[in-house]
């Protein structure tokens, strides 16, 4: 069974930083892309970052240059560090995949192409 546990949330100053972990379990992430996506209160979940099987990356164009995404194969994890945290990032954040090894084009930023979804963590950033 497939199963996505996101971890590493909190609260942190305007400024600030956060590593978030995605633990994945029943599948090897080795052949897999994996995605970040956040939702706000009042807000439709958006996508934040993509990795593929190949180490390719996306993001947003919002959080471009301050968040990285990672993968460690041998710990079946993938992270997303986020640095230079503004209050508009605060959300809670979700880590996806549709077992895939590619997302082609923007496609990898829409919810409607993943399947699989963690619970979530929250982000909240104080100004």
């Known amino acids: 069974q497939v199963q996505l546990v996101e971890s590493g949330g909190g609260l942190v100053q305007s400024g600030g930083s956060l590593r978030l972990s995605c633990d994945a379990f029943g599948f090897a992430i080795d052949y897999y892309s994996i995605a970040w996506f956040r939702q706000a209160p009042g807000k439709e979940r958006e996508g934040v970052s993509y990795i593929s099987s190949s180490y390719v990356t996306a993001y947003a164009e919002s959080v471009k240059g301050r968040f990285t995404i990672s993968r460690d194969n041998r710990k079946n994890m993938v992270y997303l560090q986020m640095d230079s945290l503004e209050p508009e990032d605060t959300a809670v954040y979700y880590c996806?995949?549709?077992?895939?090894?590619?997302?082609?084009?923007?496609?990898?930023?829409?919810?409607?192409?993943?399947?699989?979804w963690g619970q979530g963590t929250q982000v909240t950033v104080s100004s």
């Open positions: 996806a995949t549709d077992l895939r090894a590619d997302m082609y084009g923007n496609s990898w930023s829409r919810p409607n192409e993943y399947e699989h």
